[in-house]
């Protein structure tokens, strides 16, 4: 009688049992959720439209403004633009607030402590620091989970679309506010709206956001990851090392590291991430020189 195994070995194999394949993963640190990525994806869709649909306006008299407004299909079509991205603006905005509310709700009178984003007396501590190892005075700031300037970078945002969401909207509705409010308040808002319009898209493409996150060293020439939401961790380690040692002193360390895996899809990934970098940063440079050239013509 046949032993067990010879039994197995004559049976006609169809399977073949290929040796499984090695994934390489590499640990990574958990820097943005889900709803950070979604959020900043609806910034940078709807504020890249505001921008390129609004301008042409303010400077309707150059030939490049004129140029534009042919692109997107005439002046109508792209004040239609220009709306259609306010209501993502709102949408952005009224989510993000909801989510603070709950957050300083938790938080418990713990403000500063519990909510990472609102300014304390080490911001400022931050700022003299960093002119201090600018000018070679000092070593440089060591920062927590935000820096002063990404926090700047935010609430700046925040108080910013309000002005020039309340603005635009008397615009878009001048028969509805013009029952409450003299007419002359319709040219006030639209001096308001375009001239912090104009301080928004500095910020953002030239004085902060662009420049603090691509361009410093450690990033430069792009920083991917409000995209793909982690980073190496001795990457993270470097750059926020007072997050880290709290995490460590507290214990949570692992609730922020996450097992990712480096597959072809990380590298087609990586391209992508890139080219929509490098698309927004052109653009945004394109959009100054313009602005540049039609100020000083
Ligand atoms: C909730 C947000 C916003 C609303 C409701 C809104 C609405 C409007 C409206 C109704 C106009 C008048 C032009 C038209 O009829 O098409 C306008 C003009 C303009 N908007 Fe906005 N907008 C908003 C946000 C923004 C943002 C974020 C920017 C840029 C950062 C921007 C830049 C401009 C510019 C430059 C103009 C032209 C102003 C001028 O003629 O000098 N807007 N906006």
């Given amino acids: 009688m046949a032993s067990t195994s010879e039994t197995i070995t004559e049976q006609p194999t169809t399977e073949v049992v290929r040796p499984k394949k090695q994934v390489r993963t590499r640990i990574e640190y958990r820097r943005f959720n889900v709803f950070h990525r979604w959020m900043h994806f609806l910034v940078f869709c709807s504020f890249t439209v505001l921008v390129f649909t609004g301008?042409?306006?303010?400077?309707?008299?150059?030939?490049?403004?004129?140029?534009?407004?042919?692109?997107?299909?005439?002046?109508?079509?792209?004040?239609?633009?220009?709306?259609?991205?306010?209501?993502?603006?709102?949408?952005?905005?009224?989510?993000?607030?909801?989510?603070?509310?709950?957050?300083?709700?938790?938080?418990?009178?713990?403000?500063?402590?519990?909510?990472?984003?609102?300014?304390n007396g080490k911001d400022l501590q931050d700022v003299i620091g960093m002119f201090a190892w600018f000018f070679g005075r000092g070593p440089k700031p060591q920062f927590d989970r935000?820096?002063?300037?990404?926090?700047?970078?935010?609430?700046?945002?925040?108080?910013?679309?309000?002005?020039?969401?309340?603005?635009?909207?008397?615009?878009?509705?001048?028969?509805?506010?013009?029952?409450?409010?003299?007419?002359?308040?319709?040219?006030?808002?639209?001096?308001?709206?375009?001239?912090?319009?104009l301080l928004a898209m500095g910020v953002i493409f030239i004085f902060v956001h662009f420049f603090s996150a691509h361009l410093k060293p450690e990033s430069f020439p792009l920083d991917k990851v409000i995209f793909t939401g982690s980073l190496p961790v001795d990457h993270y380690k470097a750059e926020r090392p007072l997050e880290y040692a709290r995490r460590v002193r507290e214990g949570t360390l692992d609730e922020v590291l996450i097992e990712r895996r480096i597959t072809w899809k990380t590298y087609a990934a990586d391209v992508v991430w890139w080219t929509i970098t490098l698309i927004a940063g052109v653009s945004a440079l394109m959009m100054t020189a313009f602005i540049i050239w039609s100020v000083f013509d």
């Fill in 55 to 119: 301008m042409p306006l303010k400077y309707k008299d150059t030939a490049w403004a004129q140029w534009f407004m042919d692109l997107f299909g005439g002046v109508t079509a792209a004040g239609v633009y220009h709306r259609i991205a306010a209501i993502v603006t709102v949408f952005y905005w009224t989510a993000e607030m909801l989510v603070m509310v709950i957050m300083v709700l938790k938080a418990r009178g713990k403000l500063k402590s519990r909510i990472p984003l609102f300014f």
């Fill in 146 to 197: 935000y820096t002063y300037w990404e926090k700047f970078d935010y609430l700046s945002l925040v108080a910013g679309t309000v002005i020039i969401g309340m603005t635009g909207f008397m615009m878009w509705f001048p028969l509805e506010f013009t029952k409450v409010l003299p007419g002359y308040w319709l040219n006030v808002a639209l001096v308001i709206h375009s001239n912090e319009a």
